[in-house]
């Protein structure tokens, strides 16, 4: 092969210090050169798409054209490495460190209690920072803005969004009144010490001892830089990778050169879709073109005709432009900018904006493309230029279709675009519906233009666009032809609706799927914009003083609201919680809001995670082979290919295990069999992560399809396939009481999985030692142990040569308890054999892949009640799909029963419950463990038995509520008193009963947007069904010099279990936290831990805390004695001096749990937190959307250990489940294998999610004699209170049905999706789909608009 010719330099800085790469490879991004080349780890890597935040850095760059230097936020995975020529790149390390000085954004996320498990926060951070460098006190809208493009998955985004507020011009102290003052300011004021009062406090932290904000103290733009870019280079710069060449032409001419000779080669400018394509396609580009420094691409061109907007803009500068020219000019001239602009706002997140070209966006077509449809129907044009020179061609229907006769010619570029202004009588609209409201792709979007002829309502000119309806944007060219010279009147929008549903055709095998819903969306949109002129026009008559003849239908105010689109709003919120007793000493930390002893590291990405750990000593890098088949024989596997690349050193497979391969029927690495798609079947080890990549794609497997293939529980049930036997309790006798009951109901409800989508994706460093097979194993896990155990039994050799160690883990939820032990035992295989250190790390396609999560349910139920609301039978039978081996899912399905009851008492029940083996991942442990999906059931039994009674659901729930002491059903004993004091507190403070009732109003007058309301109560059992496992123990040392080391079996996922442990250890102790540290959990240190989970975790390690501190205190007491006006450091220096052992263990022998299931009762819960929340949601009828207005949540923690934490538990599971029965959606092909295996397509709660108002309190005047300081686990109960949420969207759509006549008692299914509200509120137009029974006229629905 001939050798390239040297590269030239690429010059850009990094945290003001200048970077000179020689031989850069053009085919890395900024990200693998910040984490790899400068080990600046505080970038993090979670999805590699641009969708999640957390590589988020600030880019500086001096404009070519308004010779301003411009800061922006970009994600760091997209931006290929060599666009940054001549720019300045600010890491989180870049603005603060706590060994030298944190930057006010770091300090206060952190002081905010915004981080948990830290892995998402230096991308907030650099979100927020980089918001302070354009506007130092930002508004609150633009502060939304800033961070709509990170995600957390830990959060609930309150706390981050808090510490953002604190810059803002309109900061307030607090929250709910909106005025500036905390409607508990008063009795906050009272005392300014917190935590001395035993009375309820708002405050979780103290803004006065935050440092000021000074933009003096920033890094300044590299004054190189400044000259460079000022006297700007015109050579080409080419850079030469072993596969692709940069190619960077300092003029227009020189591009348009470059573009005839190597006409294929893209354009690369934001690569926010060439990077993408690139990735998961496997898209491949010898010649990039980058015209990052031709200015004329730039240019912005206002004239009285209309804007011409360079190509090379980005999206983000489009905004700006856009805003200025609509505050400019009339706004019948800004009807297409305006429309653009609406599009903008909910157009992916800011860094993606900042980065995507208006070029690249036009030029990929993608089919959901937001802004093509606007600038179809808007009539731009096109500006082209080749080295033939310029032509203008339009933006039409043939160009989106991509005909050759209209398109660019390979050797052509996109200079500019044309976007002409609106008419008088022109009326421009843009609509779309995604899966949330923000930062989401859209299932849907539409632009709609309409032009009357002068000083009338008949149409002279109409278009249509519409987006993801087809593989491009469609424009309804034949229907907006048909409807020239037509009056807008209904018989029109009648015959629009027809017309439209023929053009747009959809047919049943549409990508995406989601068929009818779309199909509905296309009218519903029409709908909306037929309303929307109407108003206008009516407007216009009025104020032209139309004569009567012209008038136009009347719109009543009842369905005005069609019009209307939800607004997003700055959330608020109040968080109160009990302070400490009064008499505590001040220096014990016991019960006081103590930030996250990690916090301030998360901030400035200085706290260490997995991947972080340096590169060891001749270390390879593994990628995991999986199948590709659901169930199916392994014919062969041929590996020879993939061993001749280059780089390649090993490709493991079961025959190279020594020991044991997993369980017969679930096998690590398999062999003969593959039971899904995604099970691990071979890993390559190669010395870089894209050499392995790569490999993999050669080794070749091939398969002989089995049968059966089942996916679903209803394929399991009829093939009789399950992973258990079936788990039962039963209590009085059901079939008598259903004899005896007024009514009865039956009815089934859906509930679907859910990704863990912890923002570090597992993740394990192996590295084998020279002496007596030694493995030490850094791995992010919640149970080392396993992980230890799994890799001794793997590779044959004893435990005690493995240890494990955890430092942090960048959220887990349940995901990584059983998980990273497989994982672990793969790379141990690995490292052995090749006797190299292994890491291996996930990459988010491959972890929602293969790792499973929670499990989907389908429940049957048969409730028996009287008139009146009184349940006096209940039988449920429950199956949750297990996927292909057993995992969790005989304990999940134990757990689902066992908590099935909720809240309630009712004297007969039958609860049965499967888990079904499927060909799909295997499904797994998930915060809650079942009872999120189970309760679903339950609750749904109440709203569908209030239905029937024609009673409220809040009435029915009350009515069959515990009430007084009692047993379960598995008779155990307890005491409902704090959830009814719960459910009493809620009630009140979210003035539940006038709120109800404003609903029903504002239902009454609003036809197409709806309200709904509910409150559920919750009974949560803490902990493991098992004694053993409510074990735990702990080693503290204290040194000489007085300092103690904490070590305990619990692990830091983020719930801040180090935090309350060294909390405790200062308690015990009687010596300030300052003087403790925790290093890491580590099987060598506490051996044979319990795995962290089950909201257990801090008890029980607290215990064993305390326990050991105890002895160690016991050991003291003698010296203290002596001199007890000593310091610690004197009385640890005395008991080394007198030979008193300064290090002891601590143990916890557990709380007692068991359970009989042959009899049907034990005690195999500790106890039980209670908590009740209520929410109020406005749904849009026509596109299914929702806003959440409020909720208000209760809890019972008793006594917090750190409310602060306690309170970002509740809020952080609160919009997990909120989550999990509202957006998040697992999308399979029909051969089994995940769609949805990015943040693009599979939506977790974003910023803009959470409530207008989201109060959480905790329950004053709550004890419980047998935990530790009488606190209580919080860390998985707030899921289920997600689906306060759900009812009260099911709430607003019964109204709908109620007031349509149709059926309520409608199949509930879970999540509800844009799609499912949508479609149940049935109406005119979603009966206009093909399958439905009755195709309406519009006109015969004349109640539409009068
Ligand atoms: C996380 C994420 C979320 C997103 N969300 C949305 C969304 O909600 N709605 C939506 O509509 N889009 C969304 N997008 C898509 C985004 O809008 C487009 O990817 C983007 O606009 C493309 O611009 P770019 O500059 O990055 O193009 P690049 O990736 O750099 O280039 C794309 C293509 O355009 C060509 N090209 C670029 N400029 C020119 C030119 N001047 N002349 C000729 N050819 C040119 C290139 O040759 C290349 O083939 C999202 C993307 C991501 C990554
Ligand atoms: S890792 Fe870059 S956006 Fe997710
Ligand atoms: S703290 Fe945000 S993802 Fe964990």
């Not at 996250?596 to 706290?607: I, N, P, R, V």
């Not at 499904?923 to 309760?935: D, L, S, V």
């Not at 009740?1172 to 959440?1188: F, M, N, P, R, Y």
């Not at 989201?1254 to 047998?1266: E, K, R």
Request: net charge neutral; charged share 25%; proline share 5%.
């Amino acid at each position: 092969m001939p050798c390239p010719p040297p590269s030239d330099e690429l010059v850009f800085f990094v945290n003001g210090r200048k970077v000179i790469e020689r031989n850069v490879d053009p085919e890395g991004t900024l990200l693998t050169f910040l984490r790899k080349n400068l080990r600046l780890t505080g970038t993090k890597y979670a999805c590699g798409g641009g969708g999640c935040g957390a590589c988020t850095v600030m880019v500086s760059k001096n404009d070519p054209v308004s010779k301003k230097i411009r800061h922006f936020s970009v994600t760091a995975c997209l931006v290929p490495i060599c666009s940054l020529y001549g720019t300045a790149v600010t890491t989180v390390e870049g603005i603060g460190s706590i060994k030298t000085r944190i930057h006010p954004v770091q300090e206060r996320i952190a002081k905010c209690h915004g981080t948990q498990c830290g892995f998402c926060t230096p991308g907030m951070v650099m979100s927020m920072y980089t918001l302070l460098r354009n506007h130092p006190q930002p508004s609150e809208e633009q502060l939304m803005e800033a961070l709509g493009g990170n995600l957390c998955r830990c959060s609930g985004y309150r706390p981050i969004l808090e510490s953002g507020r604190t810059f803002c011009m309109d900061s307030d102290g607090c929250q709910q009144k909106r005025t500036g003052q905390c409607c508990l300011d008063q009795e906050e004021s009272a005392s300014s010490t917190p935590g001395r009062r035993n009375e309820i406090s708002t405050k979780l932290f103290s803004k006065e001892e935050f440092q000021p904000l000074d933009p003096t103290q920033e890094l300044i733009f590299p004054p190189e830089l400044l000259r460079m870019t000022e006297n700007p280079e015109k050579r080409t710069l080419s850079f030469y990778g072993e596969r692709v060449t940069w190619i960077s032409p300092g003029t227009l001419k020189d591009l348009l050169q470059l573009k005839v000779k190597h006409p294929e080669a893209p354009l690369i400018l934001g690569n926010t879709s060439l990077g993408p394509t690139v990735k998961s396609q496997g898209q491949f580009h010898p010649i990039l073109l980058s015209p990052a420094r031709i200015p004329e691409l730039s240019v912005v061109t206002k004239t009285s005709e209309g804007l011409t907007i360079g190509a090379g803009c980005s999206l983000a500068q489009m905004k700006d432009i856009l805003a200025e020219r609509i505050s400019e000019l009339p706004e019948e001239k800004t009807q297409t900018y305006q429309a653009l602009l609406k599009q903008l706002q909910s157009l992916a997140g800011q860094q993606i904006r900042n980065m995507a070209s208006l070029g690249g966006h036009i030029v990929s077509r993608h089919c959901y493309s937001d802004l093509n449809p606007v600038l179809a129907v808007g009539n731009a044009a096109l500006n082209l230029v080749s080295a033939e020179g310029t032509r203008q061609i339009p933006l039409n229907e043939h160009f989106l279709a991509g005909l050759e006769s209209t398109d660019l010619k390979p050797e052509e570029i996109l200079e500019s675009v044309y976007i002409p202004h609106s008419r008088k009588g022109e009326f421009v609209s843009a609509f779309r519906q995604a899966q949330c409201q923000q930062n989401a792709l859209p299932h849907v979007n539409a632009s709609m233009r309409v032009l009357f002829k002068e000083g009338t309502d008949s149409v002279e000119d109409l278009s249509i666009a519409y987006g993801g309806v087809g593989t491009t944007t469609v424009c309804a060219q034949k229907s907006c032809q048909q409807l020239l010279g037509r009056r807008w009147n209904e018989l029109m929008l009648d015959e629009a609706c027809r017309l439209l549903l023929d053009e747009v055709s959809l047919p049943g095998s549409a990508l995406g799927g989601r068929v009818e819903f779309k199909r509905t969306l296309v009218v519903s949109f029409l709908f909306k914009f037929y309303l929307e002129v109407l108003q206008e026009l009516k407007k216009l008559a009025k104020l032209l003083s139309v004569p009567d003849s012209r008038r136009y239908p009347d719109i009543s105010d009842r369905f005005l609201s069609a019009i209307k689109d939800f607004s997003v709003t700055t959330p608020r919120g109040v968080q109160t919680y009990q302070s400490v007793d009064s008499c505590q000493p001040l220096r014990d930390p016991v019960g006081h809001p103590i930030m996250h002893l990690s916090g301030l590291k998360h901030a400035t990405g200085e706290a260490m995670f997995c991947d972080d750990i340096p590169v060891v000593d001749r270390e390879l890098f593994m990628v995991l082979v999986t199948s590709s088949r659901a169930h199916a024989k392994i014919i062969s596997i041929e590996l020879s290919e993939a061993l001749e690349l280059p780089g390649v050193v090993d490709v493991i497979t079961a025959e190279d295990i020594p020991g044991t391969n997993g369980a017969e029927d679930d096998r690590f690495l398999a062999v003969d069999e593959v039971l899904c798609v995604g099970q691990i079947i071979c890993a390559v080890v190669a010395e870089t992560d894209i050499q392995a990549k790569r490999a993999t794609e050669k080794v070749k497997i091939t398969y002989e399809d089995l049968e059966p293939v089942i996916f679903t529980i209803q394929d399991a049930i009829k093939h009789n396939s399950f992973l258990c036997p079936e788990k039962k309790l039963e209590k009085g006798n059901v079939e008598e009481a259903f004899e005896k009951v007024d009514q009865t109901v039956e009815g089934e409800v859906h509930v679907g999985g859910q990704e863990h989508f912890y923002m570090e994706t597992q993740r394990v460093l192996v590295i084998p030692k020279t002496e007596d097979k030694e493995l030490d194993i850094f791995v992010s896990t919640q149970d080392p142990t396993h992980v230890q155990k799994t890799v001794s039994a793997t590779l044959n050799i004893p435990i005690n040569r493995i240890t494990c160690h955890v430092k942090r883990v960048g959220g887990g939820f349940g995901g990584k308890v059983g998980r990273p032990a497989a994982l672990g035992a793969i790379a141990a295989v690995g490292a052995v054999k090749t006797g190299h250190p292994i890491r291996l790390v996930l990459d988010r396609e491959d972890d929602m892949l293969i790792t499973g999560g929670r499990h989907p349910l389908f429940g049957k139920y048969k409730v028996g009640f009287m008139n009146n609301g009184r349940i006096k039978a209940l039988d449920v039978e429950c199956y949750i799909n297990g996927g292909c081996t057993l995992d969790d899912s005989e304990m999940v399905t134990e757990f689902l029963i066992l908590k099935l009851e909720n809240a309630y008492k009712i004297r007969n029940l039958r609860f049965r419950g499967r888990a079904c083996r499927t060909n799909l991942p295997s499904n797994t442990a998930f915060r809650g463990f079942g009872f999120p999906q189970g309760t679903l059931v339950t609750e749904s039994c109440i709203t569908a038995v209030a239905a029937r009674c024609g009673l409220l659901p809040e009435k029915i729930r009350e009515k069959n509520m515990y009430k007084t002491v009692d047993k379960t059903i598995y008779k155990q004993a307890f005491s409902p008193e704090p959830l009814i004091r719960c459910w009493n507190e809620c009630l009140d403070k979210s003035s539940f009963h006038s709120r109800r009732t404003q609903v029903d109003e504002f239902n009454k007058k609003n036809y197409w947007k709806k309200k709904g309301i509910a409150v559920v109560p919750m009974k949560f059992s803490v902990g493991f069904a098992a004694t053993s496992y409510h074990q735990a123990a702990a080693l503290v040392h204290i040194y000489t010099d007085g300092s103690v080391l904490v070590t305990h079996g619990g692990n830091e996922l983020g719930q801040g279990i180090h935090t309350k442990m060294l909390q405790v250890a200062s308690r015990e102790l009687k010596i300030p936290m300052s003087y403790m540290h925790i290093c890491e959990t580590s099987t060598a240190a506490v051996p044979n831990t319990i795995a962290t989970a089950a909201s257990i975790g801090a008890d029980v390690n607290g215990r064993a805390v305390q326990n050991a501190c105890q002895i160690l205190l016991k050991r003291l007491e003698p010296i203290i004695k002596k001199n007890p006006e000593g310091t610690w450091e004197d009385w640890i220096e005395a008991a080394f001096e007198q030979r008193i052992s300064l290090s002891a263990t601590g143990y916890f022998r557990g709380y007692k749990a068991f359970m009989d299931w042959d009899k049907g009762e034990g005690d195999p819960f500790p106890y039980y937190v209670y908590g009740a929340a209520c929410s109020e949601v406005e749904i849009d009828c026509l596109t299914g959307a929702h806003k959440k207005i409020r909720t208000d949540i209760v809890m019972d923690a008793c006594c917090s250990l750190n409310p602060a934490i306690d309170i970002g538990q509740i809020e952080g599971s609160f919009i997990q489940g909120m989550g999990l029965y509202t957006t998040e959606e697992l999308k399979y092909s029909p051969e089994g294998i995940l769609y949805s295996r990015s943040p693009n397509e599979y939506k977790i709660p974003t910023i803009t999610d959470v409530p207008e108002e989201f109060n959480v309190s905790l329950l004053p005047s709550s004890q419980t004699p047998l935990t530790i300081y009488s606190s209580k686990g919080l860390g998985e109960s707030g899921m289920f209170l997600g689906s306060s949420v759900f009812f009260a969207i099911a709430d607003a759509v019964a109204s709908v049905r109620r007031e349509r006549d149709i059926a309520e008692d409608f199949t509930v299914q879970s999540p509800a999706t844009p799609e499912w509200v949508r479609m149940a509120c049935a109406d005119q137009f979603t009966e206009m789909n093909p399958g439905s029974v009755r195709v309406a006229s519009i006109q015969s629905a004349t109640c539409l608009v009068q």
